[in-house]
């Protein structure tokens, strides 16, 4: 529980419609969290489950259509210039720099533009850069920083005005993993040793699982859970069963007929000619159970194996699919 | 002082992006070549006409048409310049981050339309000169041109004075590329053509239909434009004053209309185009 001094975004019955040609889509769907100063928050959930239209509203780019945000107490439609100085955004999918200017000109511009004193703006961002790995190539102009640097340079930017809160809309996607390693450091750092609370927008379940303090698992607009990772992984109960099926199967339904089987994700592995069948289950006889109703329907367990659950099994749980699955069925 | 310092970074920023994909002086050269052919087509063409129906060529109507046209591409070349930063900005995804900082977006458009106002008058001013050489001695006559220190401050004057009138137009068309998500690219060049017509650019503005002469001899443009000719080509010193105060008071009008729609356009915070996603 997060006492009401300490509370850095507080959201209440947030909506979200656009509308589209065709008919209005609602991205957002009466959301409510809070964030405590300090946090790493974890949105998180497939892609068009309305986690950067969340992040747009809190970051003031975009107006709700309904319902209340607070971020630092300021009220992100009627506040917005208040809510813009304590805080920063920062996009992995963007490539937020002008192209023939060097980094850390980049840099400096955005520092000037929060009217950070030419000294302390130098300085910041020599630290942030050092921090960040940055400093070898902070004189390269920003079209030719490799993806990773550039990301880097991106997250530098997201802290130069020394913001109270951060939004960062999956901040290391498509980056390697020593380049994502290092972010997620920088970002424990940033929450723990200088109090920033920061609002991660993510459907990479390993990364919510490395960093964040708690997670709001969000789909088709609303909150489905909300707790610390762990605590969202106990709920579950019996370890996830996992099967290798051949030949891969065009239709899962039967595992739905299984009693104590929560959901099940699957994808296909076409060289080996299978597929691999994730089933969250309640306990060991619904597992049984699943893999009697494969044999049952023509397909061959090549292997199978119980794991610990993870967050994408926490997501299969409660909404009876993957988050491929989701996607494919197209979000909001 | 915040806002002095955004105005000054947008301002560096705007030169750097603009002059910084090449050397400045090549950028500064290659620039120098659309304002200068414009001149020397359009002198040409005028040229051309009066030859072939058998009139006498007159030094003081082409060094009209040189100014015009030379003054036009510099009040066409940084005019826009908001509206394409803002759509750039969009494009590279830089905007909503400039929209993001405490300071409005509205310093960034100055800076950047000032960064614009400094390139393109040493790039119009070089075109000018350098038409007027290269006509003087293709033509074989002497372009009545007054070039003193008086002269030449009184451009100045004119220059500075149409800044407001510019940056109104900029913030005007910019606060369309703030809500749109389409055509802002090509806004600009369409405006640009009207402007061409209506500014006095190449003919008097009282050769065209009543009204719409009227309206135009009023724009701060034309008066800049006159102004400046009355400079550089006929040295007289009242009708200058009244045009540079036309312009000023146009410029100052203008401005301001412009300003307020521009900060009208947070509507595009409620429709969510800062960013371009439309969900």
């Known amino acids: 529980m997060i006492s009401a001094d300490h509370v850095s975004v507080e959201v209440e019955g947030l909506r979200r419609q656009f509308k589209t040609k065709s008919a209005p889509v609602v991205a957002l769907d009466g959301v409510s969290l809070k964030v405590g100063e300090g946090e790493i928050f974890g949105v998180l959930g497939p892609n068009g489950a309305g986690k950067t239209t969340m992040i747009r509203i809190l970051s003031t780019l975009l107006m709700p259509s309904g319902g ?22 920062a996009s992995g999918a963007e490539k937020a720099g002008y192209d023939f200017i060097s980094a850390k000109r980049n840099l400096w511009f955005f520092s000037q533009l929060y009217g950070i004193p030419g000294e302390v703006a130098e300085k910041r961002i020599g630290d942030l850069s050092e921090r960040l790995g940055l400093t070898k190539y902070l004189d390269r102009k920003f079209y030719a920083l490799s993806t990773g640097y550039r990301q880097r340079a991106t997250i530098a930017r997201a802290f130069v005005n020394d913001p109270r809160v951060v939004f960062l809309d999956e901040p290391t996607i498509g ?22 609370t920061i609002m991660l927008a993510t459907h990479n379940m390993a990364e919510v699982e490395a960093i964040c303090d708690r997670v709001a698992i969000i789909d088709k607009g609303k909150i489905i859970a909300e707790g610390t990772p762990e605590d969202l992984k106990r709920s579950l109960g019996a370890p996830a069963l996992v ?37 969250v289950v309640e306990n060991d006889s619904a597992a049984n159970g699943a893999s009697a109703a494969m044999a049952t329907a023509g397909y061959r367990v090549v292997a199978s194996w119980r794991k610990e659950a993870t967050l994408e099994e926490v997501f299969v749980a409660l909404v009876g699919s993957g988050f491929k699955e989701r996607e494919e069925e197209g979000g909001p | 002082m915040i806002s002095f310092r955004s105005l000054f970074a947008s301002t560096w920023m705007g030169i750097q992006h603009d002059l910084a994909w090449t050397t400045p002086s090549l950028a500064i050269a290659l620039r120098t070549v659309a304002p200068f052919a414009s001149a020397m087509t359009v002198s040409i063409i005028y040229w051309f006409g009066v030859t072939q129906s058998g009139m006498a060529l007159d030094p003081t109507r082409l060094a009209y048409i040189l100014v015009g046209s030379t003054l036009y591409a510099h009040v066409a070349s940084y005019a826009w310049v908001p509206t394409i930063a803002i759509a750039e900005g969009k494009n590279l995804s830089v905007f909503p981050h400039i929209y993001l900082t405490a300071r409005s977006t509205a310093l960034y458009v100055a800076g950047r339309a000032l960064s614009a106002f400094a390139i393109s008058t040493t790039t119009s001013l070089a075109a000018l000169a350098a038409a007027y050489f290269a006509l003087g001695s293709f033509l074989h006559t002497s372009i009545v041109l007054i070039v003193t220190p008086a002269s030449l401050f009184m451009l100045a004057v004119a220059l500075l004075v149409n800044i407001p009138a510019a940056l109104g137009l900029g913030y005007f068309l910019g606060a369309y590329s703030l809500y749109a998500s389409k055509f802002e690219w090509s806004l600009p060049g369409y405006i640009a053509g009207l402007l061409m017509v209506f500014s006095g650019a190449l003919f008097p503005t009282s050769i065209l239909p009543w009204p719409v002469s009227v309206g135009a001899s009023y724009l701060p443009f034309t008066q800049f434009i006159a102004a400046s000719r009355d400079a550089l080509i006929y040295g007289r010193v009242g009708d200058y004053l009244w045009s540079i105060g036309l312009s000023a008071l146009g410029g100052v009008v203008l401005l301001s209309v412009s300003v307020w729609v521009y900060f009208a356009a947070e509507k595009a915070r409620k429709d969510g185009v800062i960013d371009r996603r439309l969900a």
């Open chain 1, 243 to 279: 099967m290798e099926v051949s030949p891969p199967p065009k239709d899962l339904e039967m595992l739905r007929q299984v009693a104590g089987v929560k959901g099940f994700t699957s994808s296909a592995d076409e060289e080996r000619g299978l597929s691999t069948v994730q089933v």
């Open chain 1, 175 to 196: 980056l390697d993993v020593m380049t994502a390693r290092s972010i997620r450091e920088f970002l424990q750092t940033e929450a723990k040793t200088h109090g920033r």
């Open chain 1, 68 to 89: 209340s945000a607070k971020v630092m107490g300021f009220d992100v439609e009627h506040e917005a210039e208040k809510v813009r100085r304590v805080i920063n955004m």
